[in-house]
């Protein structure tokens, strides 16, 4: 293996259960200084990174991981499970968390070798929805659970609080054109607008919406709002879609 990329799992006020753990071998947590103690005691063989308590919001957090960890999967904390999309009907798709590291080193490392600087997996865990004939991509948009390698121009913007992963997707695409993304692999987490504790505390539609409108004006329309569709409906009316023309 080339590189060891390090898994972390950026978390805020939820000691009490986090499902990723379970998810994914060898993952880290990084939690406010303030809030180490009482994580330390309730996931006491997990290595705890505490970062300063004035790094708040997780658009910082996830800028500070960057700098201190340049070669890193970024995980959400509310992660049930790592699925494989490419499974005939009645096989399981829930990944063992073994399989799980090992699949983030070996994209992470594939990545590298492509010259990429981003990489991840399927935004949509549904099996059903699985194209298999596109198994791979080098664009596109990948979500919060993402990989990042040294050496990019790439940084998260903290003017912005909820959108972080979009404004992340959108500079590579803008700095390095092509990414890594293995869409045969994804997760399954829980309600992110249902949780208490992490991003829960200012999500609000306004900050939605003031973070929508300041993506839009730094990338023009390849930011563009979501529609309903057959498969799904918008959570609310500012959610927002990433367009490439590449």
Request: hydrophobic share 35%.
């Amino acid at each position: 293996m080339g590189i060891k990329i390090e898994v972390i799992i950026p978390s805020h006020k939820r000691a009490g259960k986090i499902p990723t753990l379970n998810a994914i071998d060898n993952a880290k947590l990084c939690v406010p200084n303030a809030q180490k103690q009482e994580y330390v005691n309730k996931h006491p063989q997990t290595e705890i990174i505490a970062h300063p308590d004035e790094i708040i919001g997780l658009t910082a957090k996830r800028q500070w991981i960057y700098e201190n960890y340049p070669n890193v999967f970024m995980v959400d904390d509310d992660i049930k499970n790592f699925m494989r999309l490419y499974i005939e009907s009645g096989e399981d798709a829930k990944m063992h968390p073994s399989d799980a590291y090992e699949l983030v080193q070996w994209i992470g490392n594939v990545a590298k070798i492509m010259g990429c600087y981003l990489f991840g997996l399927n935004k949509n865990p549904s099996p059903a929805q699985y194209i298999e004939h596109k198994p791979l991509k080098r664009t596109g948009y990948m979500g919060g659970t993402i990989g990042m390698l040294e050496g990019s121009k790439l940084y998260y913007d903290t003017d912005m609080q909820v959108v972080e992963d979009y404004q992340i997707c959108a500079l590579n695409a803008y700095y390095h054109r092509h990414c890594f993304i293995d869409t045969r692999f994804s997760v399954v987490g829980t309600d992110t607008f249902g949780n208490a504790g992490g991003c829960a505390s200012y999500r609000t539609k306004e900050v939605e919406k003031a973070d929508t409108i300041m993506l839009r004006k730094k990338y023009g329309e390849i930011i563009d709002l979501k529609k309903d569709t057959k498969l799904a409906s918008r959570k609310h009316e500012f959610m927002r879609t990433l367009k490439l023309p590449f």
